[in-house]
């Protein structure tokens, strides 16, 4: 965990709780330290607690228990129109009887910045999102899409030092979504903005955020970047919650020099990385990415140690092909090879030994 009391943490929470009814915690010992700048996701299942603390961080909720501190100063201390921090939510949350100009303008009023200087800053917020030419229109002479642009220029039209943002993207479609995520991102990288950004969409967690912190039970499960994130998971929730995942189960046999030798439930002998097991007789669940798995022999490493493999189904995926085999008790067991000219098209039915690298393979808690 990040020393908390870094000097160049931006925002910081210490040991932050929350209830909401004085009984359940919804946020427990929460701590996390941001420096200036980052783009930081808050990815978790719904009710894990990521609207909460962006809540609490805006000023709209108080902490149970903790601090909360930005740039150096204990949020409670501060007023929340002085906190600079501009929000974007699913909803849009524009006000429908103004204009998009109005809506960009309000939040300077509120500042009271003279009028010139207002269209000024409205005009480039508005460029900035591509959106210059429709001023003069109502929000629901707007698409999805264009309101939630709108939204972002009105969350950095004053020049915030931090953004937050609540599923801003939730009820777009696919194709809006990958376009705004770009464009968002690219901005807050421009503008050196510090962005908390909440989404239950883990693909949409790796492609935007500088760190991931994912979320499970009120609880920051892990906080790294996306590489380190889907590469070396730390336990089974984080292996399972982060891209596709293939899961063994078995007991631990022994431990030494940095690998552990597991016997899986189904049958078969695993040379696997220990991260969350510690000794031998301990269950376990081991972890392999699906594009981590070789079955070419020519191409396995040797000595390593291989399962033997029925392929149930073949998928062709354009870029990728993803084959689905019965291993060692399993019938959900995903390998993903790429589309190469040389590549094998595996056929249901087929025999095959498949193999890995023991560090592509972690033992994690059962
Ligand atoms: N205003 C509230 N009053 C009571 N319980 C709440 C309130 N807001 C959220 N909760 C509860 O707190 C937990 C965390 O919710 P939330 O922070 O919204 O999670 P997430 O954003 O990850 O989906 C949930 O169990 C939810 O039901
Ligand atoms: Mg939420």
């Given at each position: 965990?990040?020393?908390?009391?870094?000097?160049?943490?931006?925002?910081?929470?210490?040991?932050?709780?929350?209830?909401?009814?004085?009984?359940?915690?919804?946020?427990?010992?929460?701590?996390?330290?941001?420096?200036?700048?980052?783009?930081?996701?808050?990815?978790?299942?719904?009710?894990?607690?990521?609207?909460?603390?962006?809540?609490?961080?805006?000023?709209?909720?108080?902490?149970?228990?903790?601090?909360?501190?930005?740039?150096?100063?204990?949020?409670?201390?501060?007023?929340?129109?002085?906190?600079?921090?501009?929000?974007?939510?699913q909803?849009?949350?524009?006000?429908?009887?103004?204009?998009?100009?109005?809506?960009?303008?309000?939040?300077?009023?509120?500042?009271?910045?003279?009028?010139?200087?207002?269209?000024?800053?409205?005009?480039?917020?508005?460029?900035?999102?591509?959106?210059?030419?429709?001023?003069?229109?109502?929000?629901?002479?707007?698409?999805?899409?264009?309101?939630?642009?709108?939204?972002?220029?009105?969350?950095?039209?004053?020049?915030?030092?931090?953004?937050?943002?609540?599923e801003p993207l939730g009820a777009l479609?696919?194709?809006?979504?990958?376009?705004?995520?770009?464009?968002?991102?690219?901005?807050?990288?421009?503008?050196?903005?510090?962005?908390?950004?909440?989404?239950?969409?883990?693909?949409?967690?790796?492609?935007?955020?500088?760190?991931?912190?994912?979320?499970?039970?009120?609880?920051?499960?892990?906080?790294?970047?996306?590489?380190?994130?889907?590469?070396?998971?730390?336990?089974?929730?984080?292996?399972?919650?982060?891209?596709?995942?293939?899961?063994?189960?078995?007991?631990?046999?022994?431990?030494?020099?940095?690998?552990?030798?597991?016997?899986?439930?189904?049958?078969?002998?695993?040379?696997?990385?220990?991260?969350?097991?510690?000794?031998?007789?301990?269950?376990?669940?081991?972890?392999?990415?699906?594009?981590?798995?070789?079955?070419?022999?020519?191409?396995?490493?040797?000595?390593?140690?291989?399962?033997?493999?029925?392929?149930?189904?073949?998928?062709?995926?354009?870029?990728?092909?993803?084959?689905?085999?019965?291993?060692?008790?399993?019938?959900?067991?995903?390998?993903?090879?790429?589309?190469?000219?040389?590549?094998?098209?595996?056929?249901?039915?087929?025999?095959?030994?498949?193999?890995?690298?023991?560090?592509?393979?972690?033992?994690?808690?059962?």
């Amino acid at each position: 965990m990040a020393d908390t009391s870094a000097t160049n943490a931006f925002v910081e929470f210490e040991r932050v709780q929350k209830s909401y009814d004085g009984e359940n915690l919804v946020v427990k010992d929460l701590n996390l330290s941001m420096p200036k700048g980052e783009f930081l996701t808050m990815l978790g299942p719904s009710g894990s607690g990521k609207t909460t603390c962006l809540m609490m961080l805006a000023g709209f909720e108080t902490a149970t228990h903790g601090d909360i501190r930005l740039d150096g100063k204990s949020i409670n201390n501060i007023p929340p129109h002085k906190r600079g921090i501009g929000m974007v939510f699913q909803n849009y949350a524009l006000f429908p009887h103004m204009t998009v100009a109005e809506n960009l303008a309000f939040p300077l009023e509120v500042r009271k910045i003279g009028k010139s200087e207002r269209e000024e800053k409205v005009k480039i917020a508005l460029d900035r999102v591509q959106m210059g030419d429709f001023g003069g229109r109502r929000p629901a002479q707007l698409s999805g899409g264009q309101q939630q642009r709108v939204a972002l220029a009105r969350a950095l039209v004053f020049e915030p030092e931090l953004v937050l943002m609540d599923e801003p993207l939730g009820a777009l479609d696919k194709q809006l979504r990958e376009t705004l995520q770009f464009e968002i991102t690219h901005l807050a990288h421009e503008l050196g903005i510090t962005v908390v950004y909440v989404t239950h969409d883990q693909t949409e967690a790796l492609t935007m955020s500088d760190r991931v912190a994912v979320f499970e039970n009120g609880r920051i499960q892990q906080l790294a970047p996306p590489d380190l994130l889907y590469e070396e998971p730390e336990n089974s929730f984080v292996a399972q919650f982060i891209g596709e995942n293939n899961t063994l189960e078995g007991v631990v046999t022994e431990i030494k020099g940095g690998t552990c030798l597991v016997q899986l439930d189904g049958g078969g002998l695993i040379e696997a990385k220990p991260i969350n097991v510690t000794r031998a007789g301990e269950r376990t669940r081991v972890s392999i990415r699906p594009e981590r798995v070789e079955f070419n022999k020519d191409r396995m490493q040797e000595g390593a140690h291989t399962l033997k493999a029925e392929v149930l189904e073949f998928v062709y995926m354009g870029d990728i092909f993803r084959t689905r085999l019965r291993v060692a008790g399993t019938d959900n067991f995903i390998i993903k090879t790429r589309n190469a000219p040389d590549q094998v098209r595996l056929k249901p039915g087929q025999q095959i030994e498949i193999g890995w690298l023991a560090e592509d393979c972690r033992a994690l808690d059962a």
